[in-house]
């Protein structure tokens, strides 16, 4: 090793922070040293190493939080580039779609290259070898089982490269013994018979926290996360010389800084990965990242380029250079690409799971580069925030940047931000193929009751001729998710690469969730068209669903995906089967192009409430893919007036709630027309309802959150049921007005237990709750919305749970039922005891007894599990364990051998509330579910009111109006013809 070259101040020019922004900066090396090659043998089934299976989490960045400075930083309202609605060109199905990798690595670092005859994948810290069908040719094997440098390696952060216009791989991680990079680099194309050439470049006695590997004409290029607060002035990027490593000949190694960066905490550059039949040139090597107007010293969002110009016959003359600043003025809009004030769990997933890392502040692998005939291109992406006035929201901003002329400036070609719905979006990974034509893999995720989606891989993309900013091309599946993330440390990456054979096949690698396995999905897609003569309709124009007429003219979008222009076609609609109306396109429509078509007949949509489908076909005649001739719509003429509550965001179940919590809620229209200034209300329990007046506008399809003026008291420890509705008058459908949501008001709530080895619950049974595949968290979880029947006259019941881990009887659990409603659980209302959990993922259940004299209704349970030879008191409700997890669910006790004159006589009471103005509320919490009457009569007997009156869930509730009647003593009766509970009141 030659360790005896630092340049820190040679051709080195250290610059004050203030003056660093003066102008553009040129710099040096500031390391250079060398390292000799290592052979390693073929790859042969004796010489592999197994992979670890136990649970290990990799590498926790040596990062601090991007800080940012509060109220700065653009945009302050919605992404200017954002993409709201997803494209509708029909994308295909992948190709080819398989597992390469289960694995309990956290996170797994999904990596993976396709080649001409090989696709090679690795993971923290492992790798395997596939041929291009999705058969496996060498099984999961430690990276240590390459040998030379490799032997006994396992660090991980693992990158696999294919080298285009060499047809070799590599292979790298880090080591700490010492700090270094092991590459290795396959002595021929065939990397499981080939063998080896390892290398052991040391970094001056700094790890290279999250290293990502780039090709160029002149060297491999290395970006990392290193020297935060000094980057522009220590090594951060670095460069190994590719032309002796090819050769198996001692190679150099030459580190720089990057002038002029600005950086506020962890950071990721990229460097161009060049790709395709024409080989990128050597010098002028280019680095990006983007800058944030949020961080300190940054003025305005923008993307900065660096250039590096290697000299290998004297390393020190190498220089690196700022080289463009592309902002506003160059066509980048604002983003905002900083989550949680720069902390590392940002995403929710469903079922309160832990918030997974959005990996922000990262240009995401790989950043690939492309000469075609008369320009070169690079794509690359980022996850941004699309709105800043709302809750946060993850989507991909994607750049395509261009170049005229060799050498020349870069300019932005097109920009745009994916976020078609409500799903946040990350993790992506970008490519460009031959054509031009782009496609983008990432990870969707989504918290939403209403649509829960665990971490799952698509991808999208648009073609060449497309316009620009927009990926045209409808969401496709690669994996759906079968449950959340356990931890938040997620990815740290996704790989996309293109098939060298045919430049137009994309092979996308991510990471996805089976239990507490972390699973890596390949996925392999086409954009580029299959046929030379292909038309279908892509999608209904218009009209949309709203509230419609007779004469409804109808448009719809028809898509050419073949390589030859059309024209003179006809196209076709069917409503309800009946009459098929035939008309022509007459224009050219080009290859790879859409064009909107409208129909001179009108149709008759005018039936309020009914669903109309209607078929749209092309009769193309000599169409070769007739699949996609067909589009069948669903158009709703929707009742003009039809809005209600979809979700109860505020309050939530929480530890000391006060007598003055917000209540917030989501209101959705599902009618036809716009709605504005109609009554909202909320209600907790059996207390008096909050009514106030919405006084903004929904539109058809949309939702608006709504915060109520007047504050809910939630003083009272206990379990309560809150009720929100909307009362628009003449609601066309009142079934969907009202939400209901459970929460409580807790004496503790013990968060903070370390559940990422699997202790605690994952599985949870009692009665007719089944909740199974339960997230890790923080160590607690809310369920108390799930509610258990317990006849409290049975002499027995089961509680079944499963834990993932278990040892030496130490795994244990214990639970409680809040009798008493006080929200404290109590040593004599605990019913299970340190019950042993034997065997990890294997069920055990434990009989308890309810007591006969319980009270009815709806109580509180506790459960909690956990190692117990770890610190943490099992049996304290409130303590916090080192390992393990506390969940809250419900009850609700019953008796079956009471009949209705026990519930209605002894266990239910009767309850008159004076609201004023003559208004009472008459409530009587009771089991019974049965309908009941009301009557009200005055003194002297004669009969007022009768009226049926339902159980609402938590009892019987009627609103009496008793403006119209004098003063004086009145009664009123709950309950059936021959058994009732009568309560007097007076009415003022």
């Given amino acids: 090793m030659m360790r005896n070259v630092f340049f820190l101040f040679a051709l080195f020019c250290l610059f004050h922070p203030e003056a660093r922004a003066q102008k553009k900066e040129i710099s040096g090396p500031v390391y250079i040293d060398s390292a000799k090659a290592v052979p390693s043998t073929p790859l042969s089934k004796g010489k592999l190493v197994p992979p670890s299976s136990e649970f290990k989490i990799y590498n926790p960045r040596n990062r601090g939080i991007n800080k940012i400075v509060p109220g700065k930083g653009l945009p302050k309202v919605k992404d200017p580039a954002v993409q709201s609605k997803m494209g509708d060109i029909p994308s295909k199905e992948p190709i080819l779609s398989y597992e390469a990798v289960s694995s309990r690595s956290t996170p797994t670092d999904p990596t993976g290259v396709v080649g001409p005859n090989h696709y090679v994948n690795a ?63 396959s002595r021929g194309p065939d990397p499981l018979n080939d063998g080896w050439y390892t290398y052991r470049f040391e970094t001056n006695e700094v790890l290279p926290d999250y290293p990502k590997i780039s090709v160029w004409g002149d060297g491999y290029y290395i970006t990392t996360n290193k020297n935060t607060n000094t980057a522009y002035e ?90 463009q600043e592309l902002g506003a003025a160059e066509g980048v809009s604002p983003f905002s690409a900083t989550f949680d004030g720069g902390s590392f769990s940002n995403l929710s997933q469903p079922g309160d ?36 006035t709302a809750a946060e929201h993850a989507g991909i901003r994607w750049y395509e940047l261009r170049q005229n002329n060799i050498g020349g400036p870069w300019y932005v070609y097109q920009e745009g931000t994916y976020a078609p719905d409500k799903s ?50 409808e969401e496709q599946s690669i994996v759906e998710g079968e449950d959340p993330d356990p931890n938040s440390r997620y990815g740290d990456y996704a790989h996309l690469t293109i098939d060298p054979e045919d430049n137009l096949t994309f092979w996308h690698n991510a990471e996805y969730f089976e239990g507490v396995q972390r699973k890596n999905r390949v996925g392999v897609f086409r954009i580029a068209p299959d046929n030379a003569n292909d038309i279908g309709v892509i999608s209904l124009v218009g009209p949309r669903d709203a509230t419609l007429g007779t004469s409804e003219v109808i448009s719809v979008r028809v898509r050419n995906f073949g390589e030859n222009a059309q024209s003179g076609f006809p196209v076709s609609y069917t409503v309800e089967g009946r009459e098929t109306v035939t008309e022509i396109f007459t224009e050219s429509l080009p290859a790879t192009s859409s064009a909107e078509f409208t129909f001179s007949q009108t149709a008759d949509f005018s039936e309020v409430g009914e669903s109309y489908e209607v078929t749209f076909t092309t009769g193309l005649s000599n169409d070769e893919n007739p699949d ?176 993932v881990f278990a040892e030496e009887e130490n795994e244990r659990f214990s639970m409680w039922i809040d009798f008493n409603d006080n929200a404290v659980f109590e ?62 669910y419900s009850v609700n006790i019953f008796d079956s051998t009471l009949d209705i004159e026990d519930f209605i006589l002894n266990e239910a009471e009767l309850v008159v509330i004076d609201e004023g103005d003559s208004q009472y509320r008459v409530v009587m919490e009771t089991d019974y579910d049965e309908t009941l009457r009301i009557t009200v009569h005055d003194i ?43 309560k007097r009141f007076i009415v003022k």
């Fill in 234 to 323: 220590s090594q951060v990027l670095y460069v190994v010389e590719r032309d002796q490593m090819l050769r198996g000949e001692t190679a150099g190694i030459v580190s720089f800084p990057l002038p002029g960066i600005r950086t506020n905490g962890f950071y990721s550059p990229a460097g161009f990965q060049a790709i395709g039949d024409i080989p990128p040139p050597r010098g002028n090597s280019p680095i990006i990242f983007m800058q944030d107007d949020a961080w300190a010293g940054v003025a305005q969002d923008h993307l900065k380029i660096w250039l590096i110009n290697m000299d290998w016959d004297e390393p020190a003359s190498s220089t690196i250079s700022e080289s």
């Fill in 628 to 803: 996609n001739n067909t589009l069948v719509s669903e158009i709703r003429n929707l009742p003009p007036k039809d809005v209600g509550v979809t979700s109860i965001d505020v309050p939530i179940t929480g530890q000391d709630l006060t007598e003055s919590e917000e209540v917030v809620i989501t209101i959705e229209n599902f009618g036809g027309e716009p709605q504005s200034n109609f009554p909202v209300s909320y209600q907790i329990g059996n207390n008096s309802r909050v009514t106030e007046m919405f006084s903004g506008t929904v539109e058809v399809g949309e939702n608006e959150v709504y915060t109520f003026n007047q504050k809910a008291n939630l003083g009272f420890s206990g379990r309560y049921r809150v009720v929100a509705r909307t009362n628009l008058e003449d609601d066309f459908n009142p079934t969907n007005d009202p939400e209901v949501k459970s929460i409580a008001n807790l004496n503790c709530i013990p968060e903070g237990s370390d559940c990422s080895y699997g202790d605690g619950l994952f599985y949870f049974e009692l009665a007719n709750v089944l909740n199974e595949r339960i997230p890790c968290d923080d160590g607690y979880i809310d369920f108390i919305t799930l509610t258990a029947d317990l006849d409290r006259s049975r002499d027995e019941f089961a509680v079944t749970v499963k834990s």
């Fill in 827 to 888: 040593d004599n209302e605990r019913l299970v005891t340190s019950k042993v959990i034997p065997q990890p993922n294997t069920a055990v259940s434990e009989e308890f007894t309810v007591p006969g004299d319980a009270p009815l209704g709806q109580h509180l349970l506790r459960i909690r599990a956990g190692d117990t030879s770890y610190e943490g008191d099992l049996n304290d409700p409130c303590e916090v364990m080192g390992y393990g997890t506390t969940h809250d």
């Fill in 424 to 473: 946040d979006r990350f993790s992506g990974s970008i490519g460009i193929d031959g054509q031009g034509n782009i496609g983008l893999g990432f990870t969707v995720l989504d918290d939403s009751p209403e649509n829960p989606v665990y971490p799952s891989i698509r991808y999208t993309g648009r073609y060449a001729s497309d316009e620009l900013g927009i990926m045209t091309i």
């Fill in 123 to 185: 993971w923290n810290s492992a790798f395997s070898i596939w041929d291009k069908n999705g058969n496996q040719l060498m099984q999961p094997a430690s990276l240590a089982s390459i040998g030379g440098e490799f032997a006994n390696e396992v660090l991980g952060d693992p990158i696999v490269v294919y080298d285009e216009f060499a047809d070799r791989y590599l292979i790298s991680q880090f080591s700490d013994t010492p700090e270094s990079f092991l590459i290795a680099v």
């Fill in 940 to 982: 002297l007997g004669q009969k007022l009111l009768e009226n049926k009156v339902e159980n609402n869930g938590q009892g019987y509730v009627y609103d009496l109006d008793m403006s119209y009647a004098a003063r004086g003593v009145y009664l009123v009766r709950f309950g059936t013809r021959k058994v009732g509970k009568v």
């Fill in 353 to 388: 799971a832990p918030d997974v890392d959005a990996l922000q502040a990262t240009m995401m692998y790989m950043t690939p580069y492309r000469r075609f005939e008369n320009y070169s291109a690079v794509v690359m992406n980022f996850v941004v925030d699309i709105d800043a």
